[in-house]
């Protein structure tokens, strides 16, 4: 038998983690940026353990040869969600990419696990670009909601406590906190669309704030200063009324000053540059 080369193994599945930490933050920043509800809240990732490779390998009885095809989840992507609606939405994302190609789905929401786990899991197919090209790798991506996250954070730290065989009455608090768990995402999934607007309307107001301090900023550069004083004052007294309506209208005003104090000063430069 050969030495089996961890690193060499392990080092393009490194690799495919941070890229898919980048890709999937980028995703919701790009939601963000358009004032779009992102149905990602939070992205992490790991490489399984080596130990815990080899735990899976003795479990399910995998040689070695097959280790990279049986072994799903030895690059692990994990995707929080606000809503269980979100999942789907997150499914989507990962349907409509052409770097992504979905092998398989276990769906845990419909078919819980006994011990009370519910998450979606996708296996997806992803190509890494290594020093001798590239490289076709299998990636288990995890979506499910913060409860759900949650429970099973604690059941999995339990699991490794317990070392795999949980008391039976700590099972049967498990399997209670897990109902309750569903019933909160239910109950969460009857205030969303009101969560989702406030989210909106929060993030709108943070762009329109950053816009119009840039404007300001910029006004105070080139034009009378005592004049961007009174303009600044006035921000601050119409921020304080917490009115979207008055924010963004005046955000608007704000533009068409700085849109002809821009111009005044484009005139400026050519009559300078023409004498
Ligand atoms: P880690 O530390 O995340 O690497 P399995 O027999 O369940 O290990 P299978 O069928 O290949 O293997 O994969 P499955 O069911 O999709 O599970 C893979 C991962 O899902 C697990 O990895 C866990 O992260 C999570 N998971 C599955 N079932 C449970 C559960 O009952 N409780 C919790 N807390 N997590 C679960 P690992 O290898 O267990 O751990």
Redesign the pocket.
């Known amino acids: 038998m050969e030495i089996q080369l961890w690193k060499e193994l392990l080092d393009p599945y490194e690799q495919a983690v941070s890229e898919l930490l980048v890709k999937f933050r980028n995703l919701k920043e790009a939601h963000k940026k358009q004032n779009l509800y992102s149905p990602i809240e939070s992205v992490s990732g790991?490489v399984?353990?080596v130990s815990?490779i080899l735990?899976?390998m003795q479990?399910?009885d995998i040689a070695f040869e097959n280790l990279e095809e049986e072994?799903?989840?030895i690059a692990?992507v994990?995707i929080i969600c606000q809503f269980v609606e979100d999942i789907d939405k997150v499914v989507s994302l990962v349907q409509n990419r052409t770097d992504m190609e979905i092998r398989s789905t276990?769906d845990?929401l419909s078919n819980q696990?006994?011990?009370?786990?519910r998450?979606l899991?996708l296996?997806i197919w992803y190509t890494v670009q290594g020093i001798n090209g590239p490289k076709k790798l299998q990636v288990?991506i995890?979506i499910r909601t913060m409860a759900m996250n949650f429970?099973?954070?604690?059941?999995?730290s339990l699991?490794y406590k317990y070392k795999g065989s949980i008391p039976e009455h700590v099972r049967s608090q498990l399997t209670r906190a897990s109902q309750a768990i569903e019933m909160l995402d239910k109950e969460m999934s009857q205030v969303r669309s009101e969560i989702m607007d406030a989210q909106i309307d929060s993030q709108m107001e943070i762009s329109l704030v950053q816009d119009i301090l840039r404007n300001i900023e910029n006004l105070y550069r080139q034009d009378n200063k005592r004049e961007v004083v009174k303009i600044q004052n006035e921000f601050y007294r119409i921020f304080s009324k917490h009115s979207m309506e008055e924010l963004k209208r005046f955000h608007k005003q704000l533009d068409i000053l700085a849109e002809g104090s821009r111009a005044q000063s484009v005139d400026s430069v050519i009559s300078t540059e023409e004498k």
Do not use: F
């Open positions: 790991r399984k353990s815990s735990e899976k479990r399910k072994v799903e989840d692990g994990r276990k845990y696990k006994k011990s009370g786990y998450s899991h296996i288990e995890q429970w099973a954070t604690t059941e999995h699991q």
